[in-house]
T-cell receptor, first 109, second 113 residues
Framework: GIQVEQSPPDLILQEGANSTLRCNFSDSVNNLQWFHQNPWGQLINLFY???GTKQNGRLSATTVATERYSLLYISSSQTTDSGVYFC???????????FGQGTELSVKP | EAGVAQSPRYKIIEKRQSVAFWCNPI?????LYWYQQILGQGPKLLIQ????????DSQLPKDRFSAERLKGVDSTLKIQPAKLEDSAVYLCASSFGTAAEAFFGQGTRLTVV
């Protein structure tokens, strides 16, 4: 079936460090989103990025649709960046929004 | 602009009882999703509506779960009877269309004891 794979599953950083999270998808997608799930379980929209590159403050994302992957960059990480990061894609077949298993990020002071 | 509203926020029930969750999507959003998120896992799609029609419910356990979206706006998800393994967070999301950006509610945390 359609799969979204995220790596790494866990990441521990010192405050101020940079990181790259990866999302691989098994088929072509019409939509690719990145979310941050805060400690209260709320999914916060970070990027809607079917292709190309976008930046928002210390975060940026790049999706290379032809190679079926997306990257989320976090620069100068802060403790408030801690939480789980999910990518999710809408596949051409059926239009379902499918999630990866997430990357759990912990930023230490 | 108001976001996706869900209620209740928390629910504790005994196994074999029934429970219902409510979702009000963002105004004008035709696509509505229900997800189940078990602790430590990514959200799993249970059912997807386009207006008041079902687009996909392939992962909905239909012997105990049901969902409806009357008039293409609000939606309810029901579990009857509940099992211990139904303990999870139930998330509702909406989008303007199937490939448009989806927005999530705060979720309902269900504990079945």
């Amino acid at each position: 079936g359609i799969q979204v794979e995220q790596s790494p599953p866990d990441l521990i950083l010192q405050e101020g460090a940079n990181s790259t999270l990866r999302c691989n998808f098994s088929d072509s997608v019409n939509n690719l989103q990145w979310f941050h799930q805060n400690p209260w379980g709320q999914l916060i929209n970070l990027f809607y990025i079917p292709s190309g590159t976008k930046q928002n403050g210390r975060l940026s994302a790049t999706t290379v649709a032809t190679e079926r992957y997306s990257l989320l960059y976090i620069s100068s990480s802060q403790t408030t960046d801690s939480g789980v990061y999910f990518c999710a894609g809408v596949y051409n077949q059926g239009g379902k929004l499918i999630f990866g298993q997430g990357t759990e990020l912990s930023v230490k002071p | 602009e108001a976001g996706v509203a869900q209620s209740p926020r928390y629910k504790i029930i005994e196994k074999r009882q029934s429970v219902a969750f409510w979702c009000n999507p963002i105004s004008g959003h035709a696509t509505l999703y229900w997800y189940q998120q078990i602790l430590g896992q990514g959200p799993k799609l249970l059912i997807q509506f386009q207006n008041n029609g079902v687009v996909d419910d392939s992962q909905l356990p239909k012997d105990r779960f049901s969902a409806e979206r009357l008039k293409g706006v609000d939606s309810t998800l029901k579990i009857q009877p509940a099992k211990l393994e139904d303990s999870a967070v139930y998330l509702c999301a909406s989008s303007f269309g199937t490939a448009a950006e989806a927005f999530f509610g705060q979720g309902t945390r269900l504990t079945v004891v």
